[in-house]
């Protein structure tokens, strides 16, 4: 099993960024596919973006053209970049390693003037 930390989150304006780390322990971190997911209370949890260990991405079209996932191998770490943001964008953002039952803590994202 891999634990998975997100961190990242926060208040932010409308219009504004934020970046959201993941950090997945253990080995071969390269080999498996890894997504982003967003909750909000009483909700399903939407699945937001993927990045395969090609490289290939993935997004929502909610996301497209205003996120961006990507992944550094050697820091064992996915980002999310969020960019553009809207007051619909708050949630929990859960990192996940697809395919399994591993699941980040959750980071809060709050959008809001």
């Known amino acids: 099993q891999v634990q998975l930390v997100g961190s990242g989150g926060g208040l932010v304006q409308p219009g504004g960024s934020l970046r959201l780390s993941c950090a997945a322990s253990?080995?071969?971190?390269?080999?498996?596919?890894m997504d982003w997911y967003r909750q909000v209370p009483g909700e399903p949890r939407e699945w937001v973006a993927t990045?395969?260990?090609?490289?290939?991405?993935n997004y929502a079209p909610s996301a497209r053209g205003r996120f961006t996932i990507s992944r550094d191998n050697a820091k064992n770490t996915v980002y999310l970049q969020m960019n553009s943001l809207k007051p619909k964008d708050t949630a929990v953002y859960y990192c996940?390693?697809?395919?399994?039952?591993?699941w980040g803590q959750g980071t809060q994202v709050t959008v809001s003037s």
């Open positions: 996940h390693k697809t395919g399994s039952t591993d």
């Open positions: 253990g080995s071969h971190f390269s080999i498996y596919g």
């Open positions: 990045i395969e260990r090609s490289g290939t991405t």
